[in-house]
């Protein structure tokens, strides 16, 4: 038996926890192990596939980024290829892959990815390919699991930053808006927002109004709360509004997503005359080392899906439904993106507390 582990899209703390259980739990049942290098380039010629063994995997489980490195250009059914004028085009290099993959005696593959890698898996298992996935996105936006390793760690990178920016905009009766990842969904907002006992938070679920967030920056000022603390998701958007864009992306990637707090500090200071400042915490929120919670959940996820491979349980994803991990069809986690329901007890915590939503 050979099985090929790839990582795809954005990168999230526990990739590594994931790999290196695979790759124990293949290894023990006497199974060879193949690494795919950035996603699925090292299957196209433009990056190599790796024999992983017990040695390749020692002592990595606590260290963020993937020893696989990863790419959110190497979609096989869309591959990046330069026309001789320099100019990018999109090609479906496909078959050329699962040739590579017959030519390399690859049993199965166990993909780790976000819904883009997910999209991905459940072609290429049309195709017949045996693939399980592995659920990876800090903004735990997959549904069927209760949550995406990497989401806790971007969580806690969050309320630390948060923790930090509450001193020092009370020393200086400032309001500071930070901005997190979260391009369709405010998981990551809500979550760090209430635990770090934000003044408002703005998520894409909850379109605002920006009249309603001064008016509560202005309601602390008036009960002696000089400074407030605004976490906004990058995709948040006011009502009737869009969400803010940075620019273009390369070809074969996602729009580029952000820009939002700093139109908030702006608009914000313009209307109620207080000093406001921004920050956008980016790629902090997908490094460092996984926290307890992800390394855990990263290495049950991965032992998961080298059973559910013994067990021929393909064209399905492992997923955290308390107190077990389960598997469930690809098609049932690709059918609508988890996103924050506005009634969740999150929420209504959140709002119980006195936190705005900008509604
Ligand atoms: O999909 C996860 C995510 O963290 C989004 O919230 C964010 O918009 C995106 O990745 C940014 O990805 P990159 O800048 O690496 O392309």
Known sequence: MRIAIST???DAPGLNAVIRAAVLSAVRRGWDVLGIMRGYAGLLGDDEVIPLTRES?????????TILRTTNRANPFQYPRSRPDGTLEEVDRSDELLKRVVDLGIDAIISIGGDGSLAIAQKLHGRGVKIVCVPKTIDNDVSGTLTTFGFDTAVNTAIEAIDKLHTTAESHDRVIV????????????LHSGVAGTADVILIPEIPYDIEKVCEKIRERDRTGRRFSI?????GAFPVGGQFSVLGDSLPGQAVRVGGVADRLAREIQARTGKECRSLVL????????PTGFDRLLATRF?????????????????A??????????????????????????VVTTARAIGISFGD
Do not use: S, Y
Request: hydrophobic fraction near 40%; proline fraction near 5%.
């Open 8 to 10: 795809g899209g954005g």
């Open 57 to 65: 995997v020692q002592g990595i489980a606590h260290l963020g980024g």
């Open 178 to 189: 930070m901005e997190v990842m979260g391009r369709h969904t405010g998981f990551i907002a």
């Open 230 to 234: 605004v976490v906004v998701a990058e």
């Open 282 to 289: 980016g790629h902090l929120q997908r490094g460092g080392m």
């Open 302 to 318: 991965g032992a998961a899906a080298v059973r559910a491979i013994a067990d021929g349980r393909c064209g399905e994803m492992v």
């Open 320 to 345: 955290l439904q308390p107190p077990n991990i389960v598997t469930i069809p690809l098609a049932e986690a690709l059918r609508e993106q988890k996103r924050v329901n506005p009634q969740h007890d």
